[in-house]
């Protein structure tokens, strides 16, 4: 008997989380009648009032993600139809189909939701249908950007940031990323303020994650486990809901995916020097800018050394004592693939940190320690709720230790997967390695935010489906296999 496919399944969760969760936050984080409301004047002179009226269930949705969501179903049906009719067809074209309407699902839940509530902001206030720090705080370190105001020495207290949510708004007083943020997305507000009049910093996320997808894609072989890819990436639970409200945890990720994208073609032509080497270095500049974006791309940095130094050329007949006499040459050759990632960083950060290396270390590092002097608060699904469940600390503001249990838990974890790394060095390991460090650091700090989990989940994706991708550095029982042979 044919079964559904493992692809046909997966996309059906997917699908059901989705509609949930965002049925759920606009609960969570919209008042019910303004959102009717402004959905209402929207549709003005579009979709007859009486429409509207029949659409309008408080205890669903609003009337046009309802539409979408009915449209993501139906797709959904034919893509059943078409996996139920996968003998009768031929395979390149099930796959082409199922492909569209993959594309179809996610443009429909994620880009369309989105672009609902970018129209619905745009009519009715700056501080409405955005998330405070990805969307509202990085347009206005544009505008400080434009009038030559540091945004790390300014605060946001007569802003829109200032009507955005209403206690612990302690982010009115820091900016807490990297200025890649702001500079990347500056010539966007530029030409978008030029053509139409306003701008939406969610104009870049969605080109970028756009574009996450499509570099991601070409990570994979298989037909299958490239469909699995894109759902899982697409529909991600929590990465897609920061799209659509505004986090920036899918800049990050873009960055990061088009590092792996260029280094993955860098090994592909490893027989041609000259373009292995060129897109070696472009793979470095992109992770800089993940580097120069948020501070938890950093934890990628280690991997990427030791993927570098994994795969370097080694002659099958080294022994021992010859290995470590290579040792200053092998450090040097992983100096020479890594600089373009070190000079990014320090270029786009430099002259920030030159201007006020003080306030710039209070709102990026500080700020999230707990050691500012207004901080960001202990929260989250982490280890800091046993501290809260204990009475340890007086309040959410305050500070209390937690480098010591994340040092407790990363140093190891760093351990084990430069190990792992070191016996199968391959692209997925090391982006496993990053994945699994960088949530046991996390777990163990102030602040497990949902965000960190989807982006987090997103990386495991890559990881997991680019196992098959191409080729990769020898692992060490290949090079166990030739010292053999030999």
């Known amino acids: 008997m044919l079964q559904p496919s493992g692809d046909t399944l997966l996309l059906f969760a997917l699908l059901i989380a989705r509609v949930r969760i965002d049925t759920l936050a606009e609960w969570a984080a919209i008042p019910t009648s303004m959102l009717h409301r402004d959905v209402a004047t929207l549709l003005n002179n579009v979709v007859p009032a009486q429409s509207l009226a029949l659409l309008s269930d408080r205890q669903t949705t609003d009337p046009v993600t309802l539409l979408l969501i009915s449209v993501a179903f139906g797709l959904f049906l034919i893509y059943l139809v078409v996996d139920w009719l996968r003998e009768c067809l031929w395979p390149r074209m099930i796959f082409r189909i199922k492909l569209a309407l993959v594309y179809l699902i996610v443009g429909i839940l994620v880009f369309g939701q989105a672009g609902l509530f970018i129209a619905l902001r745009h009519i009715s206030a700056p501080a409405a249908y955005a998330h405070d720090g990805g969307v509202i705080q990085t347009e206005i370190t544009i505008h400080y950007l434009l009038k030559g105001i540091n945004p790390y020495v300014a605060d946001y207290r007569s802003t829109p940031m200032a009507e955005w949510g209403t206690e612990y708004r302690t982010?009115?007083?820091?900016?807490?990323?990297?200025?890649?943020?702001?500079?990347?997305?500056?010539?966007?507000?530029?030409?978008?303020?030029?053509?139409?009049?306003?701008?939406?910093?969610?104009?870049?996320?969605?080109?970028?994650?756009?574009?996450?997808?499509?570099?991601?894609?070409?990570?994979?072989?298989?037909?299958?486990?490239?469909?699995?890819?894109?759902?899982?990436?697409?529909?991600?639970?929590?990465?897609?809901?920061?799209?659509?409200?505004?986090?920036?945890?899918?800049?990050?990720?873009?960055?990061?995916?088009?590092?792996?994208?260029?280094?993955y073609w860098a090994t592909a032509h490893n027989g041609n020097g000259r373009n292995s080497e060129l897109w070696r270095s472009l793979s470095m500049v992109a992770f800089g800018l993940a580097c120069a974006s948020k501070p938890t791309a950093w934890f990628l940095i280690p991997f990427l050394i030791g993927y570098q130094w994994c795969t370097l050329p080694s002659h099958p007949m080294d022994i021992v004592p010859r290995r470590i006499t290579r040792i200053p040459t092998n450090m040097w050759a992983v100096v020479r693939?890594?600089?373009?990632?070190?000079?990014?960083?320090?270029?786009?950060?430099?002259?920030?940190f030159v201007w006020q290396p003080a306030d710039m270390i209070e709102d990026v590092w500080h700020w999230s320690a707990g050691t500012a002097e207004t901080s960001y608060q202990i929260r989250g699904w982490g280890f800091s709720n046993f501290i809260l469940a204990l009475g340890l600390v007086p309040s959410r503001l305050a500070y209390w230790p937690f480098w010591i249990v994340e040092l407790v838990i990363a140093v190891p974890l760093l351990a084990v997967g430069l190990w792992r790394l070191r016996r199968n060095p391959r692209l997925a390991v090391a982006l496993q390695g990053y994945?699994?460090?960088?949530l046991g650091f996390l777990y163990g700090s102030r602040f497990l935010n949902e965000n960190y989990l989807g982006f987090l989940l997103a990386v495991f994706t890559v990881a997991f489906f680019m196992t098959d991708a191409g080729p990769s550095g020898p692992s060490l029982d290949d090079l166990h296999a030739v010292h053999r042979d030999a």
């Open 337 to 352: 693939h890594l600089w373009p990632l070190a000079l990014t960083f320090i270029v786009i950060t430099g002259p920030w």
């Open 435 to 438: 994945a699994i460090l960088l």
């Open 171 to 263: 982010a009115l007083d820091h900016y807490p990323y990297l200025p890649w943020t702001f500079l990347f997305s500056t010539p966007f507000y530029l030409a978008s303020s030029t053509t139409i009049g306003w701008f939406d910093q969610r104009f870049v996320y969605l080109m970028l994650f756009a574009m996450t997808l499509a570099f991601s894609s070409h990570l994979v072989r298989s037909a299958e486990r490239k469909l699995s890819l894109l759902i899982v990436l697409g529909l991600n639970p929590i990465l897609a809901s920061d799209v659509i409200f505004g986090q920036n945890d899918s800049f990050v990720l873009f960055w990061i995916v088009l590092g792996v994208w260029l280094l």
